[in-house]
């Protein structure tokens, strides 16, 4: 799924699973996406996988949401 997508109106209750290949720009997005596993009558451990490549522009979009998150 994609962020759009993925970061309305779902329930995955089933899914035990989150990968998260690229960063948002929005962290909360991202915050949404995971939310959607960690619903009521999820009864499993979720895990989150995130994916970012050293020496990239994602590393620059990770420490933005950081910084953003911390405001």
Not at 6 to 17: F, H, I, K, N
Not at 26 to 54: F, L, S, Y
Request: with cysteine; proline share 3%; aromatic share 6%.
């Amino acid at each position: 799924l994609t962020f759009g997508t993925g970061s309305v109106g779902l329930v995955c209750t089933e899914a035990t699973y989150v990968h998260l290949v690229e960063p948002h720009w929005n962290a909360m997005v991202e915050g949404r996406v995971i939310a959607r596993a960690h619903r009521t009558g999820q009864d499993k451990p979720v895990t989150v996988w995130r994916c970012v490549v050293e020496n990239c522009v994602e590393e620059s979009i990770v420490r933005k949401q950081k910084r953003k998150l911390c405001l």
